[in-house]
């Protein structure tokens, strides 16, 4: 599905060049969830934005590759990457109203990542829209569609932005620490519908995130990142029960225990 090898990102600073990862690589098989974990400032952000040509003008990837579809994301056009954004991979960022248009309605929001990738008349656009927040359990579809992103509340503009997503059906999801800005009684409801939205069938799952339970929990694979660097990755029943490199260790120890058991974890997988 997704092949990442020897991806090395630099940004430019006033003291010169910053390597912000090096040289990592990690696979998203088919049908798979596979969690990044690690702290904030390892580089799992960046990662993301390498691969998806996401990254801000200060920063750029220096080498590595990114094979998703027989073509290389890190080496593809802008026309191509558009193509691929949106409509062959799903993208879940951290910030809903960051990723929402504050002057837009809703609706019109829909329609423009629909009408980026096929032609389809107003009706149709928002039929889909409608069913597609139906299935991320907005309610009041009709009335959030009219509406604006400073109208939602936080877990709902989240909900909205995973919709968009969906939109086109994606083969693959990225979801960048999803529930970030959200409140904690609402975290859990976000993880659990987009795990609904991969489940089954051939699609799979990209979840960065700082949380090891989550990771546990929704994720068949696991890739440590350390500063910029990925230090271990494998299957999570043996990365969490017998972690091989100390720093995976070091964050396992400092959460409660959990049953790290493959049957504990929502399956994502097939």
């Given at each position: 599905?997704?092949?990442?090898?020897?991806?090395?990102?630099?940004?430019?600073?006033?003291?010169?060049?910053?390597?912000?990862?090096?040289?990592?690589?990690?696979?998203?098989?088919?049908?798979?969830?596979?969690?990044?974990?690690?702290?904030?400032?390892?580089?799992?952000?960046?990662?993301?934005?390498?691969?998806?040509?996401?990254?801000?003008?200060?920063?750029?990837?220096?080498?590595?590759?990114?094979?998703?579809?027989?073509?290389?994301?890190?080496?593809?056009?802008?026309?191509?990457?558009?193509?691929?954004?949106?409509?062959?991979?799903?993208?879940?960022?951290?910030?809903?109203?960051?990723?929402?248009?504050?002057?837009?309605?809703?609706?019109?929001?829909?329609?423009?990542?629909?009408?980026?990738?096929?032609?389809?008349?107003?009706?149709?656009?928002?039929?889909l829209a409608l069913r597609r927040l139906e299935s991320v359990q907005v309610p009041s579809p009709e009335r959030v569609l009219r509406g604006y992103a400073h109208e939602l509340s936080g877990g709902m503009a989240q909900r909205v932005v995973?919709?968009?997503?969906?939109?086109?059906?994606?083969?693959?999801?990225?979801?960048?620490?999803?529930?970030?800005?959200?409140?904690?009684?609402?975290?859990?409801?976000?993880?659990?519908?987009?795990?609904?939205?991969?489940?089954?069938?051939?699609?799979?799952?990209?979840?960065?995130?700082?949380?090891?339970?989550?990771?546990?929990?929704?994720?068949?694979?696991?890739?440590?990142?350390?500063?910029?660097?990925?230090?271990?990755?494998?299957?999570?029943?043996?990365?969490?029960?017998?972690?091989?490199?100390?720093?995976?260790?070091?964050?396992?120890?400092?959460?409660?225990?959990?049953?790290?058991?493959?049957?504990?974890?929502?399956?994502?997988?097939?």
């Amino acid at each position: 599905m997704l092949t990442v090898s020897g991806l090395t990102t630099e940004f430019r600073t006033r003291k010169g060049p910053v390597r912000a990862i090096d040289g990592i690589g990690f696979e998203v098989p088919t049908g798979v969830a596979v969690g990044v974990v690690g702290e904030t400032g390892s580089g799992k952000s960046v990662t993301i934005r390498s691969v998806l040509g996401l990254l801000p003008g200060y920063g750029r990837v220096i080498g590595g590759r990114a094979e998703f579809e027989g073509h290389d994301l890190i080496t593809a056009s802008r026309k191509r990457l558009r193509h691929v954004r949106g409509n062959r991979i799903g993208f879940v960022a951290q910030n809903p109203f960051g990723a929402l248009n504050p002057v837009l309605r809703i609706e019109k929001q829909f329609a423009n990542v629909v009408r980026a990738h096929r032609r389809m008349g107003r009706a149709e656009v928002r039929d889909l829209a409608l069913r597609r927040l139906e299935s991320v359990q907005v309610p009041s579809p009709e009335r959030v569609l009219r509406g604006y992103a400073h109208e939602l509340s936080g877990g709902m503009a989240q909900r909205v932005v995973i919709a968009l997503a969906m939109l086109h059906d994606p083969p693959l999801v990225i979801a960048d620490e999803p529930t970030t800005a959200l409140d904690v009684t609402v975290q859990r409801q976000i993880l659990d519908l987009i795990a609904a939205q991969v489940a089954g069938g051939d699609r799979s799952l990209l979840l960065v995130t700082h949380d090891l339970g989550v990771v546990a929990q929704y994720c068949a694979r696991v890739v440590v990142m350390r500063s910029g660097e990925v230090v271990e990755q494998g299957a999570v029943a043996d990365v969490f029960t017998d972690p091989q490199h100390p720093y995976t260790r070091k964050l396992l120890a400092a959460v409660p225990p959990a049953p790290w058991s493959a049957s504990a974890r929502v399956e994502v997988t097939r």
